[in-house]
């Protein structure tokens, strides 16, 4: 699920290329805080990557709802 989730993700991930060879800028709509800035395309979708599930660790870890993408919902489930 978490894997779908990324993926699903990183299909609405929004990249422009930044005026005067300043590089790529990318970002996922919705999820606040999740960008990336890199000087090639391939080397920003790593590090939107990258950012996307450190995000995703960091929220659950903290007890944050992490909105649901595509139908897909990350949820943090107590085990009795």
């Known amino acids: 699920m978490l894997t779908a989730y990324i993926e699903a993700a990183l ?16 970002s996922i709509e919705g999820l606040q805080g999740v960008w ?4 090639t395309l391939e080397t920003c979708r ?3 990557r990258e950012v996307l599930e450190e995000w995703i660790v960091l929220g659950l870890k903290m007890g944050h709802a992490i909105p649901p993408i595509d139908g897909i919902a990350l949820e943090v489930q107590e085990v009795a």
């Open 46 to 48: 790593e590090e939107l």
């Open 11 to 26: 299909r609405r991930a929004h990249y422009e290329l930044l005026p005067e060879n300043e590089g790529i800028f990318g």
């Open 36 to 39: 990336a800035h890199s000087e």
